[in-house]
């Protein structure tokens, strides 16, 4: 079965930090482009970060860069978002997504909750 699990998500105080994963199973991987979005009540998706297939592209929406990383192990099928110096405008669901062609793969998507 395709799909993308989520995890690492939960409540931080303003400029702490947390670090996400998202494991893919039943897909090739290597063959996926791999993102991040967040997402809060009312709203679309908002795009956080891409990572090529090999790694070696990454880039962050203005809203984060400088501040979270993303990166991914083929190793263990997954990807991480480092989230660093995290601001209560970041809370919101965070969603990985796998995209392959005009085809893709969502995960179910983990609470990022940042308040004093």
């Known amino acids: 079965q395709v799909q993308l699990v989520e995890s690492g998500g939960g409540l931080v105080q303003p400029g702490g930090s947390l670090s996400l994963s998202c494991v893919a199973y039943?897909?090739?991987?290597?063959?996926?482009?791999m993102s991040w979005y967040r997402q809060t009540p009312g709203n679309e998706p908002e795009w956080v970060a891409l990572?090529?297939?090999?790694?070696?592209?990454?880039t962050y929406a203005d809203s984060v860069k400088g501040r979270f990383s993303i990166s991914r192990d083929i190793r263990k099928n997954t990807i991480y978002l480092q989230m660093n110096d995290l601001k209560p405008e970041d809370t919101a669901i965070y969603f990985c997504?796998?995209?392959?062609?005009?085809?893709?793969?969502w995960g179910q998507g983990t609470q990022v909750t940042v308040s004093s």
């Open positions: 997504r796998g995209a392959l062609g005009v085809g893709d793969v």
């Open positions: 990572i090529s297939t090999g790694g070696g592209t990454k």
């Open positions: 039943g897909l090739n991987f290597n063959d996926y482009r």
